[in-house]
């Protein structure tokens, strides 16, 4: 057993990132999804390690559900998402390639999920169910490290500012923009994180359009330093569990157009909204009751 690794009641914790990740092994999700005590532990190995790894659980598709029910209220995908599980809307199927359509991988690009909700998903995870013959790893990047590698000034900075986020595509027809802070407060641990994300946040309003893509291309590369990154290979039936809020992810579509990759994803909401780190730094038209507001 690695040196670093530890027991944690009958689980066995070993880190796998340079700063943060770890492997969960020593446990059979499905025959404890009513252990109370084993939850208790999950939630607070994923505030110390943001992402966690569960090799060989080959769940169905209601234990998915059930499992995700522990970390939270299950985030409803939009009817119109043609992904969205027949019978369990929380679910839903990613398979590539599509057949008849574009083979492209909409997760080839660090972000996070859902992140255009007024209360956005806390926590995230999926299982592989098929995977290509080699390739379509995921990354993680840590954004508690990444805030942490800026300047003072740009610290300063970034925590009087909010980013705009809105999506037009596939699931969300409204298209309304949401406003979340660039420098959050995580609700567990109390750390300060960069809330940056490709795809959904399309400009800072306190700053003119051309500060704003020169501050969010920096953030954003900062964001995805590999220094602050964990990649993962995956096996049919591996379970991962993820903060959706202080991390981004990558899905790397490196694999075979012909090969065919199906994961399930399913997320949670703690009712928790996105925190900013100093609230009365930030310019006063920004209404934080939004936040608390929930998606209907």
């Known amino acids: 057993m690695n040196i670093e690794a530890k027991i944690a009641q009958s689980l066995t914790v070993t880190p796998r990132g340079g700063t943060f990740a770890a492997e969960i092994t020593g446990v059979t999700l499905a025959d404890r999804l009513n252990d109370d005590g084993l939850f208790a532990e999950l939630r607070a190995l994923l505030t110390d390690h943001l992402v966690l790894f569960l090799p060989g659980q080959h769940l169905s598709a209601e234990a998915m559900c059930t499992l995700a029910s522990r970390f939270g209220e299950l985030n409803i995908l939009d009817p119109s998402d043609p992904r969205r599980d027949a019978q369990f809307p929380s679910l839903g199927r990613f398979i590539t390639p599509v057949p008849g359509k574009n083979t492209h991988n909409y997760s080839d690009m660090w972000h996070a999920d859902f992140t255009y909700q007024r209360v956005p998903e806390a926590i995230a995870m999926f299982q592989l169910v098929e995977t290509p013959r ?14 942490e590698a800026l300047s003072h000034p740009i610290k300063e900075l970034a925590r009087t500012l909010t ?15 949401i406003e979340h802070p660039i420098v959050c407060r995580h609700p567990h641990s109390g750390r300060e994180h960069l809330y940056v994300t490709s795809g959904y946040l399309t400009h800072i309003p306190q700053l003119r359009r051309k500060e704003s893509m020169v501050l969010l291309d920096y953030l ?15 096996r049919p039936g591996d379970v991962v569990i993820w903060d959706n809020r202080c991390t ?13 990759r199906e994961l399930w994803r399913i997320g949670a909401l703690d009712n928790l909204p996105i925190a900013a780190a100093f609230p009365e730094r930030i310019a006063p038209h920004f209404d934080f009751s939004a936040v608390t507001a929930r998606l209907v």
């Open 134 to 147: 080699r390739g379509g790893d995921t990354l993680w990047s840590n954004q508690y490290a990444a805030f």
């Open 163 to 177: 980013g705009v986020h809105v999506f037009k595509g596939l699931g969300d027809t409204s298209a309304k923009p």
């Open 220 to 234: 954003r590369e900062i964001s995805a330093q590999p220094e602050f990154t964990v990649r993962r290979s995956h």
């Open 248 to 260: 981004l992810h990558y899905g790397a579509h490196d694999y075979d157009p012909h090969d065919r």
